[in-house]
């Protein structure tokens, strides 16, 4: 079955779920792993505990499976809970002081890798543009990375996974407006993080 069809699941795979049908989950895992553990990685900017993080999301969603009505798409809901715990962990690491960004850029697994332009870092035919991509991104996740939560995840959210303001709003528990204000506030400290390490101006 396609990640699309488990974001709109039919009546039988949801009680195949709320049965505890194991094979079910393990289709559930296999369709949203990458994006719930792409979302974490970039809100904690640490290998380990979005890996960590990523199995505990899914721990809940098996627990809280029963409470899903169906009202928003699954992946919603998944997004939903990943965000909790994440916003639980950062607050966590921030109290212990263990918060770290050295593994920032360390490897995703098999995440595909995308810079600003859509040129796939990885690629080997055009060795300046992929060194021109790899720095864009390594400057544009550590400004990320450095952004009060509240503006990193609208960030991820709706310019990293290009969702609607309808599901981020959903997501955060965010009024429209504020969505959308706030979007626009994340947007133009990241630019101005940017230019700082650049040294000048961007469109």
């Given at each position: 079955m396609s990640s699309d069809g488990l974001d709109q699941p039919s009546a039988q795979f949801l009680l195949r779920l709320k049965q505890r049908e194991e094979?079910?989950?393990?289709?559930?895992?296999?369709?949203?792993?990458?994006?719930?553990?792409?979302?974490?990685?970039?809100?904690?900017a640490n290998q380990q505990e979005a890996e960590d993080l990523t199995q505990e999301v899914f721990v809940q969603v098996f627990k809280s499976i029963d409470t899903f009505r169906g009202d928003s798409k699954l992946s919603t809901w998944i997004y939903r809970i990943a965000l909790n715990l994440t916003r639980n962990r950062t607050k966590y690491l921030s109290r212990r002081k263990q918060t770290s960004h050295s593994d920032i850029f360390a490897d995703e697994?098999?995440?595909?890798?995308?810079?600003?332009?859509?040129?796939?870092?990885?690629?080997?035919?055009?060795?300046?543009?992929?060194?021109?991509?790899?720095?864009?991104?390594?400057?544009?996740?550590?400004?990320?990375?450095?952004?009060?939560?509240?503006?990193?995840?609208?960030?991820?959210?709706?310019?990293?996974?290009?969702?609607?303001?309808?599901?981020?709003?959903?997501?955060?528990?965010?009024?429209?407006?504020?969505?959308?204000?706030?979007?626009?506030?994340?947007?133009?400290?990241?630019?101005?993080?940017?230019?700082?390490?650049?040294?000048?101006?961007?469109?």
């Amino acid at each position: 079955m396609s990640s699309d069809g488990l974001d709109q699941p039919s009546a039988q795979f949801l009680l195949r779920l709320k049965q505890r049908e194991e094979k079910a989950f393990n289709e559930l895992v296999i369709a949203h792993e990458q994006k719930v553990y792409r979302l974490v990685w970039r809100m904690l900017a640490n290998q380990q505990e979005a890996e960590d993080l990523t199995q505990e999301v899914f721990v809940q969603v098996f627990k809280s499976i029963d409470t899903f009505r169906g009202d928003s798409k699954l992946s919603t809901w998944i997004y939903r809970i990943a965000l909790n715990l994440t916003r639980n962990r950062t607050k966590y690491l921030s109290r212990r002081k263990q918060t770290s960004h050295s593994d920032i850029f360390a490897d995703e697994g098999s995440l595909s890798h995308h810079d600003a332009q859509g040129i796939t870092i990885g690629e080997t035919s055009r060795p300046d543009l992929v060194a021109m991509g790899n720095e864009a991104e390594r400057i544009v996740h550590e400004c990320l990375s450095i952004l009060e939560s509240e503006f990193r995840e609208i960030l991820v959210l709706r310019d990293v996974e290009c969702l609607s303001y309808e599901e981020v709003g959903a997501i955060t528990g965010l009024a429209a407006g504020t969505v959308k204000s706030r979007l626009h506030r994340a947007r133009s400290l990241l630019k101005h993080e940017v230019e700082l390490r650049l040294g000048g101006s961007i469109e």
